[in-house]
């Protein structure tokens, strides 16, 4: 699979962007269990041209993440336009990404994200625009459509795709759904099966394990598949080698290294160790252990470096 002129391999498997997830530490070590792809956390473009410090910091990317796409959203063309324009300068990203998929309310409340799912014209409009205006290729996240009185994917993955776009993303789910019930990945199937369709076309939604990703790609067609919030803590989810080989002591050595990557990034120990603490809390490798509660409860609060150590060694040696 390539997008544009890069080169992803075979089924590939993309990380896919979240806010408060995804950052520079948590990229770098999904790639190296195997993430063809990683994106950054969302990047607002009015904030960007306005050059708000902590969302400037989201363009920080390196050469051993690549190859990276840097998220962008908003409401109008002219920033959203002018955000592209300063990602391609300062960060050099391998793609620019433009969400529309996001349903949380403060975004698409405002008319951002899955918002532009109500306002056909200004997505494509904004769309067209972005790929003029920088030679990065530039690719689409979206939805299926608003609602399910609105399952629009099917007639507006081709006009997206005239926009000049490389490849599309599509969350199996309405924004209407946010994270509930079913991805339903038949519609992605039809649009790739559309023979106007020749950009990639990456699905997305409950993608738990790799065994689902190989359903994806068998049962719906798809050229990538993107693996979401069954990431948090588990990187080494991308690798079925990994994920069978690696000991539970293993595993917590990761997100230790999580842990100490995310101080030097961020520079902060207290910080670091609240933005880890997503990961932890989510780690499938501590679910069923017997009386685990005020274990749980003890690692969660840990508020130095020290103690958090401390706590997940003590569980390496039970688990």
Known sequence: MHIGDIDLGKKPLFLAPMEDVTDIGFRKLCKRYGAAMVYTEFVAAEALVRSIKATVRKLTISDDERPVGIQIYGRTTDAVVEAARIVEAEAHPDVIDLNFGCPVKKVAGKGA???????????????????????????????????????????????????????????????????TGNADWTLIKAVKDNPYIKIPIIGNGDIKSLDDADKAFDTYGVDAVMIGRATFGQPWIFSREATESMTNADKIDVLLELLHINIDYIGDELKAILHT????????????????????????????????????????TIL
């Open 113 to 179: 994200g899955a918002g532009m799912l109500q306002n056909i014209p200004l997505m494509l409009e904004m769309t067209e625009a972005v790929v003029k205006a920088v030679n990065t290729p530039v690719t689409v996240k979206t939805r299926l459509g608003w609602s399910d009185g609105n399952l629009i994917i099917t007639d507006l993955a081709p006009k997206l795709q005239d926009c000049g776009i490389k490849a599309l993303t599509i969350h199996g789910r309405t924004r209407a759904q946010m994270y």
């Open 277 to 316: 603490r997503r990961h932890l809390a989510a780690s499938p490798i501590f679910k069923g252990i017997p009386d685990f509660k005020p274990t749980r409860i003890k690692m969660l609060r840990a508020n130095t470096v020290e103690e958090l150590t401390s706590i997940l060694n003590e569980l390496k």
